[in-house]
Nanobody, 118 residues
Framework: QVQLVESGGGLVQPGGSLRLSCAAS????????MGWYRQAPGKQRELVAG???????NYAESVKGRFTISRDNAKNTVALQMNSLKPEDTAVYYC????????????WGQGTQVTVSS
């Protein structure tokens, strides 16, 4: 089993910054993809950013240039630096890890609330 623990959410004013962190523990394959998703009220969960073990990244168009994802492979941690936050970034943010064995393994954190409001 794999556990993901997130931290760093909160309330911030428009234009401000927040940093989310996530630590994964348990039986994790060395080759994996870690990422951040978000879900706003009444909307579907969407990918915000992902990063492979090798450091390849991808971002949602809406966050490009404002958010930066990074990871520490030795510690199985992933972070999301969010700058120039907008009210539309308000959502619950979820950490995710995926890796392939005999099947696709897919695990989620409990979520952390990010609220951007004046």
């Amino acid at each position: 089993q794999v556990q993901l623990v997130e931290s760093g959410g909160g309330l911030v004013q428009p234009g401000g910054s927040l940093r989310l962190s996530c630590a994964a523990s348990g039986r994790i394959f060395s080759t994996n993809v870690m990422g951040w998703y978000r879900q706003a009220p009444g909307k579907q969960r969407e990918l915000v950013a992902g990063i492979t073990t090798g450091g390849n990244t991808n971002y949602a168009e809406s966050v490009k240039g404002r958010f930066t994802i990074s990871r520490d492979n030795a510690k199985n941690t992933v972070a999301l630096q969010m700058n120039s936050l907008k009210p539309e970034d308000t959502a619950v943010y979820y950490c995710n890890i995926q890796f392939k064995g005999v099947r696709l393994y897919d695990y989620w954190g409990q979520g952390t609330q990010v609220t951007v409001s004046s």
